[in-house]
Structure formats: C-alpha cells, structure tokens
C-alpha cells in the first residue's frame, strides 16, 4: 500500500438537508494501486455543532484513525492530552459487551472529575511527547482543591497521579508513544491524619440511640465490612439466612450521572460475606417492619421512590446517624467507612490471622498477607466475626 509523505487533515463541509445542515468530514484513502479515493464521514447536526470549528474538534479522534497507515512515530507528536484523554473514554471508560470488563460507576466518575477539574486544564493543550516526568512531580506537589485554597490530600495527588499513569499506558497500549513519563513520578499517598475509629462502648451507645432500621445499617456496616456502596446495594435475595452469608453481587453509587446500580470494586469484593446470628437477628427484625420484604425488593428501599431504589446513603449519615452519635456522646467525625475501620481495628485488637482479617474485608491487593498467607478457612473468618459482633452487639433477643 502507498504511504502518503505528510498527515492528511482532510477538509469540513456543510451539508443542506430536509431535517437539519449536517457537517461532513472528507478526505482521501489510497487503493492499493496508489490512486486517491474520496470518502465522507457524518460528524453531526448544525445545531450541535454551530461553527466549523466545533465540528474540526469532534472530528479530531477520526482523523487520527484516517493517518493510521501513518508511521507509528509521528503520532505521538501528533496527539494532545485533550484527544487522548477522549480516545481513553471511548475505549475504557464506555459500556462494554462484557459486564465484568465495565469499570465501577464510581470509578468512572472519578476518572471524569479529575479530567475536568485536574488534567485538562493543565496538559490538555500538551501533545504526548511534551508532556515531561519532573513537569508533572512538579505540578501534582502544588496542586490545589478547585473550591478551596489549599493543597489536594497526598492521596489525593496519588489517584491522580495513578490516572495520569493508565491515561499513558492507554497511549503506549494504541501504539501512540512508546514510553510512559509518568511511571518515574514520585507522590507519596501516606494518610496526613490517622482515621477515625469507633471504641467498643461508642459503638454500643450509637446503636442504642437508633431506630430498628438505622440499627440494622449500623451492625451490618459495623460487623460485616460492607462498603457503603455495598450496603445499600443488598437485596433480600442476597441474604442466605441459612448459609448465614451475604452475596456481594452490585454496588450502589448515589448522585452518580450514569447508573446508579454498577459491578463492585474488584473481583475480590464480590466475595459472600459471614453474616453471624446476631447480624441475622436484625436483618430479620427489619424485614417485619419494612413495607418492602420480598426477595427481589431492597434490604434498605427508599419509600421516596417506592422501593424503586435503595435509600441516600449520605442522607442516612447526615440525619440519623450522626444526630444519634452527638446524643450519644460521640465527637467523633464519623462517616459510612469510619464503621470499615473500626471492624478493621477490632479484628486486629483481637489478635485475628491477618488472612482472616484480609479475606473478611475482601480487599484485592494485600502484598503481605497474600504472599505470606495461606487461604483463610470460612470457619475462621466466621469465629473471627462473632468475637467483633459479640463486643459490639452483646445482646441477643431473637433466633433466626
């Protein structure tokens, strides 16, 4: 196949048509033989795209691919941030015909918040090969929150700085570069303040200031691990009151622009979970009271919508619980993953295997524990449990 000398543009032009002006891409392709052949591409409506300009921009991914026969090294030069970031979205961050190939809803939100506010405003006029590892340690050091004047958290600056990493290993992965120059970036992710962890007698106050259903969240969260993401995502099917376990199938994402049901975390999260009698105990309690028990209904419907969807995590947080917490004396900040914490800290305090402790939270990566490790038993993770449900929740009233 002839190889043309230069980069092909192609040109605009504005179609005239019974439903609306369109604006149509052209440019050239070569038969094998080397003579040109004129081809069109569709770009959009007039009244999505008012200027040339704007079309040429919405244009710029096709025009990548129209010079794909193009030597390999010259489209790095090229490219810009601004297009590879879009490339990036088209092709990791879209729906994909495999479900378990889909990046997490909260996941894909992260990475279009931190585009917006963080890496396009700096580097998006950039291309790849200008882009330089000392420029970016450089600029993720004295990068600031948009709303407030101060500087980002340093675990903060380390998801960017891992987003900035997978935005060029995408590049390299498409044959766009051939070196990522963030993979040299220093940025420390060490936690700037310890968490906040709830004592046994703190946890035992809280839930004696709260409502069967607010108390149910509260154990659940407190002596299960569950994300918040997780909790709010359970449905009565997912309760195995016999197996004494929990399916993790779905997590649940408030206030998200795409849908509100997306896959967990990792692979590892969706792991069952040991749901002790105690645990059991309130589900159950709960399940006579709430107007939506059957299988396929919400564990923690929102009357609001129905039983149409799972209720507000944070309005939950914001209303009750912490109202219940000051009643109780706590002046501690808490939020949905000071109760992760906690059980973390307890299963600890008690002396637990750290595989126990690592299977129980269903975490991905734990360099130590699965290296050192062997598979925790279900018998132990469950021994492990009772002993944190025990302290916190001592009573029992009902059996399932």
Not at 285 to 296: C, F, I, K, N
Request: net charge positive; aromatic share 8%.
């Amino acid at each position: 196949m002839a190889k043309r000398a230069r980069f092909q543009h192609g040109w605009m032009s504005l179609l005239h048509r019974k439903t609306g002006d369109v604006w149509s891409y052209r440019f050239r392709e070569y038969s094998t033989d080397g003579k040109p052949i004129n081809r069109r591409m569709i770009v959009g409506p007039f009244s999505k795209y008012p200027t040339e300009s704007d079309a040429s921009r919405a244009v710029e991914l096709m025009r990548l691919d129209v010079n794909r026969d193009l030597a390999d090294s010259t489209l790095g030069p090229l490219m810009t941030i601004e297009l590879l970031v879009a490339h990036f979205k088209n092709h990791e961050l879209a729906e994909m015909d495999d479900p378990e190939e889909n990046k997490a809803s909260r996941t894909k939100d992260s990475y279009e918040v931190n585009f917006k506010n963080h890496i396009l405003p700096r580097w998006g006029k950039f291309r790849l090969n200008e882009v330089r590892t000392i420029a970016i340690q450089d600029w993720l050091r004295g990068l600031k929150c948009t709303t407030k004047d101060k500087l980002l958290a340093r675990g903060t600056k380390a998801k960017i700085r891992n987003m900035m990493h997978s935005l060029f290993s995408h590049a390299m992965r498409y044959e766009f570069i051939d070196r990522n120059p963030v993979t040299q970036v220093r940025q420390s992710a060490k936690r700037e303040k310890i968490p906040e962890i709830l004592k046994v007698d703190e946890f035992r106050s809280l839930i004696n200031e709260l409502g069967q259903m607010h108390r149910t969240m509260v154990v659940v969260a407190a002596c299960s691990g569950l994300r918040r993401s997780e909790l709010f995502a359970l449905k009565w099917s997912d309760i195995d009151f016999d197996a004494k376990q929990a399916s993790v199938t779905r997590s649940f994402v408030h206030n998200t622009k795409r849908e509100r049901i997306g896959t967990c975390k990792t692979e590892t999260s969706r792991k069952p979970v040991p749901l002790s009698d105690v645990i059991l105990e309130d589900l159950a309690l709960w399940r006579l009271e709430t107007g939506y028990s059957s299988a396929e209904n919400w564990v923690f419907a929102s009357p609001t919508t129905y039983g149409a969807s799972p209720r507000n995590p944070q309005n939950v947080m914001t209303d009750y619980i912490r109202p219940a917490a000051v009643k109780a004396g706590i002046t501690k900040q808490i939020g949905w993953h000071t109760f992760r914490h906690s059980y973390t800290s307890l299963l600890k305090s008690n002396g637990e295997d750290i595989k126990v402790v690592q299977e129980l939270l269903r975490h991905a990566i734990s360099r130590i524990t699965m290296d050192i490790y062997a598979q925790a038993l279900t018998p132990a993770k469950r021994q492990a449990q009772d002993k944190v449900v025990m302290m916190v929740v001592p009573e029992r009233r009902v059996r399932v």
